[in-house]
C-alpha cells in the first residue's frame, strides 16, 4: 500500500496551489488515511471496478481508490485541482493510465469516458442529494456505492416511511437503490473542521421500477406530494389529476386520506401509472 495524503501534506499542497477551501464549493479535505480505506472497503472496491470520484479535491480518497481500483475516473469541478490531481497521483507511484480527471461540474454530468462500477465520494454538503440523483439516473452501470454527507442527509436518504426525515430524496434514490446507514465520521478527520457531522451511506442498485415515462410520472407525484407533505394525498395531487383525484388513487389501491410521508417508492409508481392513465385520457 502507498502513503496516503495526511494533514500536513494536505495543508502544504493546499498553500502551493494558494487555496483557501471555500464553503461554496462544499471544500473540507478528509486527512485521515484511516478513514480513506475505511470507506474504500465498505463499497467493496475491487481490481476490476471503474470507480467514480466526485468531488475529489487534493486527493485523500482518490489515492485510496487507486490502491486497489482498476481504474479511477475523478470528476472536479476546481481547475486548480483538477491540475494538481494526476501530479499527485503520479508522485505515489501510480501510472497515468488509471487516473482520468475530468474538470467538470458534477451536477451536469451526463456521460464519461469510461463506464463506472461504483461510486466513492465526499460529497459537497450543499449539492450531495441532487448529484446523488444525477449519477444514478445517468451512470446504470454503478452497481453500488458509499457516499459520505452531512449526517442530517444520510438520515435522510437511508429513512423508512412513516418517519420525519422521510423525504423525496428518498422516494427518488429509492426508485433505483437501497440505502443503508453505514457508520459515522468524526469532524476532526476533515480540514478545515466542518461546523456540522458527517455519515456514511451505503447504496446498492436494483432493477428501475419502470422505464423512463413512468419513472417522471412518478417523480412528478412525489414532488407534488412533499410539497404539501402535511396534506392529504388527495388534497396534494389535485393540481396533477384533477377533479377525479380520489378515484385514481383508489384504481391504484392507495388511501386518498393519507399523506406522502407514509408511501413507499413503490405506491408512489402505482399512482405514478394513473397520472400517466389521466394524461393520456385528456
Known amino acids: 500500500m502507498s502513503d496516503l495524503l495526511g494533514a500536513a ?25 484511516n478513514t480513506c480505506r475505511k470507506i474504500v472497503k465498505l463499497a467493496q472496491v475491487g481490481d476490476q471496478d471503474i470507480a467514480l470520484e466526485i468531488g475529489p479535491g487534493l486527493g485523500s480518497l482518490t489515492l485510496a481508490l487507486l490502491e486497489v481500483a482498476k481504474k479511477v475516473v475523478a470528476v472536479e469541478i476546481d481547475e486548480r485541482l483538477a491540475k494538481q490531481l494526476p501530479i499527485t497521483a503520479a508522485g505515489r507511484g501510480f501510472s497515468d493510465d488509471k487516473l482520468i480527471v475530468i474538470n467538470h461540474d458534477a451536477m451536469d454530468l451526463t456521460k464519461l469516458p469510461n463506464n463506472p462500477t461504483v461510486l466513492v465520494a465526499n460529497l ?5 442529494v441532487p ?32 418517519n420525519k426525515q ?20 468524526a469532524r476532526s478527520v476533515f480540514w478545515p473542521v466542518p461546523n456540522v457531522d458527517s455519515a456514511l451511506v451505503r447504496f446498492d442498485r436494483h432493477s428501475p421500477l419502470g422505464n423512463e415515462s413512468e419513472r417522471l410520472a412518478t417523480f412528478a407525484i412525489i414532488d407534488h406530494a412533499f410539497a404539501k407533505r402535511r396534506k392529504m394525498m ?17 384504481a391504484a389501491g392507495i388511501d386518498p386520506t393519507i399523506r406522502g410521508e407514509a408511501l413507499s417508492v413503490d405506491q408512489f409508481f402505482q399512482i405514478g ?6 394524461n393520456s385520457n385528456k
Open 273 to 278: 401509472k394513473q397520472l400517466i392513465k389521466h
Open 131 to 162: 448529484v446523488l440523483l444525477t449519477v444514478l439516473e445517468h451512470f446504470p452501470t454503478i452497481t453500488r456505492g458509499v457516499v459520505m454527507v452531512q449526517s442530517e442527509v444520510a438520515q435522510r436518504l437511508a429513512a423508512a416511511p412513516n
Open 166 to 185: 422521510y423525504g423525496s430524496p428518498t422516494v427518488k434514490a429509492n426508485w433505483w437503490t437501497s440505502l443503508n446507514l453505514s457508520g459515522t465520521v
Open 9 to 33: 501534506e494536505i495543508r502544504s499542497l493546499a498553500a502551493s496551489l494558494d487555496l483557501k477551501p471555500t464553503k461554496k464549493l462544499g471544500q473540507n479535505f478528509v486527512v485521515d488515511a
Open 234 to 250: 388527495r388534497s396534494a395531487l389535485t393540481q396533477l389529476l384533477g377533479a377525479n383525484t380520489q378515484e385514481y388513487l383508489l
Open 124 to 128: 459537497p454538503y450543499n449539492i450531495s
